[in-house]
């Protein structure tokens, strides 16, 4: 999907060479956010053609930049594009957009598509030299894993400058030419948490509706429930509770959320009429296995979506933490099946 974005296409009247900027249309565009601009970032966020949030490659005009106006890297992701050019609103300036398949300029980078390959490659396809008369470019700070400065400069002859974290900050950068240390620091406050629910609720909806069916059907209601306030709690409530959960491992984090969520229904079970002892007390350790294991799995799949994680920090996790996942599900599990095959058969 590309959205409407108002652009419209000029030629580069700054060169003074006629073999590559006088020979490519600069596309015009500006820093309102349209109707279909929020439709998309609203699919976007739930996932819909997750790939199809794109805008195409290339250099782009905004207001009316001259040779001595700023230039501004990019993804082709349409939110990272529109907060840019938001953000920008009442600059002229020039926005080079990098081919990032469609991924965020931070997750882009750590791919190694917002990367000093690429960027070497769109300063030189635009012909960017011919178009500014400077060789400087800002590029967002959470690109600077993708981008190597020096061999950018050693490649193209364009000095890269790391902006802010955050484009809302880009307006007080240009002013005053430099970057607090408020401005470098990369925090992640819950309006950043609430924007990743929905895609995490999109990726576990049709496996999670199955399993509670079934478990509904072989266990009774509750079961059927717990499986949805598992992952209700592994989606929703690990987000917004992440600074104020205990430990800094997310599994654990997880798996003391999910603790607290299994509680109630094992009280549930252990209270249940008409069971034998042994059988409530199985059934109550059925949801003290699972569920916590299933909300730290949920957990441990959020690292992904945050900046508080390492890739050698997550990799330790999986090791540590997912083998104990496993055992407390697969023990849950057994125990939970054979009390419903003795449901079924009348035993219990």
Not at 251 to 266: D, N, R, T, Y
Request: hydrophobic share 45%; glycine share 8%; proline share 7%.
């Amino acid at each position: 999907m590309t959205p409407e974005h108002n652009m419209e296409t000029s030629c580069c009247c700054s060169c003074s060479e006629p073999d590559t900027a006088c020979s490519y249309s600069i596309p015009q565009t500006d820093s309102n956010i349209t109707i279909a601009n929020r439709i998309d970032h609203i699919l976007a966020r739930w996932g819909y053609k997750r790939s199809g949030h794109v805008v195409r490659p290339g250099l782009y005009r905004l207001g009316n930049p001259d040779a001595d106006s700023p230039v501004f890297a990019s993804a082709n992701y349409t939110i990272s594009f529109d907060t840019l050019r938001l953000n920008l609103k009442g600059f002229d300036a020039y926005i080079l957009v990098l081919d990032t398949k469609g991924i965020n300029v931070w997750c882009a980078a750590g791919k190694g598509t917002f990367g000093t390959d690429e960027l070497v490659k769109r300063i030189e396809s635009t012909g960017l030299s011919h178009i500014v008369s400077h060789r400087n470019i800002i590029v967002p700070q959470l690109g600077a894993p993708g981008i190597s400065a020096h061999m950018v400069k050693q490649r193209s002859g364009f000095t890269v400058e790391y902006g802010p974290v955050r484009a809302a900050d880009l307006p007080e950068y240009m002013r005053t030419g430099k970057a607090t240390s408020e401005m470098r620091k990369v925090s992640f406050p819950i309006q950043d948490r609430l924007v990743l629910i929905p895609i995490e609720l999109v990726h576990v909806a049709i496996p999670t509706i199955i399993i509670s069916i079934i478990l509904w059907l072989l266990a009774g209601p509750a079961a059927g429930v717990a499986a949805i306030a598992a992952v209700i709690t592994g989606t929703v409530l690990f987000p917004i509770l992440l600074p104020y959960l205990p430990t800094q491992d997310f599994s654990m984090k997880g798996f003391i959320l999910g603790g607290v969520c299994a509680v109630p229904f094992s009280a549930m079970y252990a209270q249940s009429a008409d069971l034998p002892e042994w059988a409530l007390a199985a059934g109550a350790i059925v949801p003290l296995l699972i569920i916590p294991a299933v909300v730290a799995y949920l957990g441990l799949n959020f690292t992904g979506s945050t900046p508080y994680t390492s890739r050698t920090g997550v990799k330790k996790e999986i090791f540590r933490y997912v083998p104990i996942m496993a055992v407390m599900t697969g023990i849950g599990s057994v125990i939970g099946i054979v009390l419903s095959i003795f449901r079924l058969a009348g035993v219990i």
